[in-house]
């Protein structure tokens, strides 16, 4: 997204530049090279929001990743929960500066919820500890299921208060 | 979001940059396309850049929120597409200036300079200092060639730019191609005074059988240049 936006900004320079000063060099800058730059910058920003709100509003897609790899990290915006379909993960906080596996979750257990029922950004890193499958469940359809079966938000709650309870008592 | 609010105002501070346009130009020769035009792309340009630098410094550059997936779309994809559309016009308006042909033309710079000179007789002089040409006058008298031409006109000018910068060209410049009857008349084909003084030579030019460059070559040049 950074890069996008500093594509952007070179592209405004281009056209500032070609106001100022007309010449065969910034003509060709502003007139070619520019549009280019704001072409890559614009489909990177549009494909990155297709893909968050295909996130927000999917139905179980799969997601694998390779031992090591970050599933989400600490401060991200929370856009989906996740249900381990084979494999295990390592859910990391930062502590004075280091960083502390404070739970390991396998196949069968989910995470990410937290975020979706609290609308505050991930509250740790999620790190595939193992080869990693996952189910991801989009925001808007994770609380649709948790309002239309009461008997799984209980269960979600359950385990949102049993993990909270495990921290403080960290 | 206060920020946002004075935006556009920012923007207005960026127009004496776009000023540049034509300064020598009076009021009553202002181009309004140049004019306007570059004053409201300097300001849709403040305003593009304004909003990018804000989501960099609010979000740190990320999508965190409607307001900052608005700004990011807004700073990132509108207003440069905006840009880059609205800027096509004022890149083939200013595509015309002589200034801009010189700024590529490196070579021609003396020629530019006797087209400017009071005391230059050539037809170049004439018709810049009568104003018989009011402006563009190197697109004026040189553009008869349409698209493929101009194609045809940059594959051309690249040889010129290896020859400029290789130092391999050679003085004086001659024109490639036979000079066109068609760009001295499309202007002087109805006017009485030419038709007066070109009487006996009017049916040749039209069909093609006489260039205006047989007389105006060498005897009556269309540029002065040292030797």
Redesign the interface.
């Known amino acids: 997204m950074i890069g996008a936006q500093v594509l952007s900004l070179l592209a405004y320079a281009m056209g500032l530049q070609f106001l100022r000063h007309t010449t065969g060099g910034t003509l060709f800058l502003f007139s070619t090279v520019a549009p280019m730059l704001v072409m890559i910058g614009a489909f990177s920003v549009i494909g990155v929001i297709i893909f968050k709100l295909r996130r927000r509003h999917s139905l179980f897609d799969f997601e694998t990743y390779t031992p090591g790899q970050i599933v989400f990290r600490e401060g991200d915006e929370g856009d989906s929960a996740y249900f381990i379909h084979s494999g295990e993960v390592e859910v990391i906080r930062q502590e004075d500066g280091d960083e502390k596996v404070i739970a390991k979750l396998a196949k069968g257990e989910y995470f990410g919820e937290m975020a979706l029922l609290s609308n505050r950004p991930r509250n740790a890193t999620v790190r595939a500890a193992s080869n990693l499958r996952l189910a991801v469940l989009g925001k808007k359809n994770f609380l649709n299921m948790l309002s239309a079966m009461p008997s799984a938000e209980e269960d979600i709650l359950k385990t949102m208060k049993d993990r909270t309870m495990k921290r403080a008592a960290r | 979001m206060g920020f946002l609010r004075v935006l556009p105002l920012c923007g207005w501070a ?1 127009v004496p ?2 000023a ?1 346009a034509r300064p020598e130009a009076a009021k009553f020769q202002m181009d309004p396309v140049d004019h306007y035009g ?1 004053r409201f ?2 300001v849709v ?1 403040a305003i ?2 304004g909003l ?2 804000y ?2 410094l609010r979000y ?6 409607p307001t900052s ?1 608005g700004v ?2 807004l ?3 509108i207003i ?2 905006l ?2 559309g609205f ?2 016009i ?2 083939f308006e ?2 015309e ?1 002589v ?2 042909c010189a ?2 033309h490196l070579t021609m710079k003396s020629y530019v300079q006797d087209m400017k000179d009071p005391k230059s007789n050539s037809l170049a002089a004439v018709h810049f200092n009568n104003r018989y040409i009011p402006d563009d006058q190197c697109y004026v008298c040189h553009t008869s060639y349409g698209l493929f031409g101009t194609v045809q006109a940059k594959r051309e000018g690249l040889i010129d730019v290896y020859k400029y910068y290789t130092r391999t060209f050679h003085l004086p410049l001659k024109l490639r191609h036979p000079y066109p009857n068609g760009d001295c008349l499309k202007c002087h084909e109805g006017a009485v005074k030419w038709l007066s003084s070109h009487e006996d030579y009017k049916e040749a030019l039209f069909a093609g059988d006489m260039t205006c460059m047989q007389c105006h070559g060498n005897e009556h040049p269309a540029h002065n240049i040292p030797q």
């Open positions: 960026l940059l776009a540049g570059s792309l300097a340009i593009g850049i990018v630098v989501n960099l740190r550059g990320n999508l965190v929120g997936w990011m779309i700073g990132v994809v440069p597409a840009t880059s800027g096509t004022l890149v200013r595509a200036r200034e801009f700024s590529c």
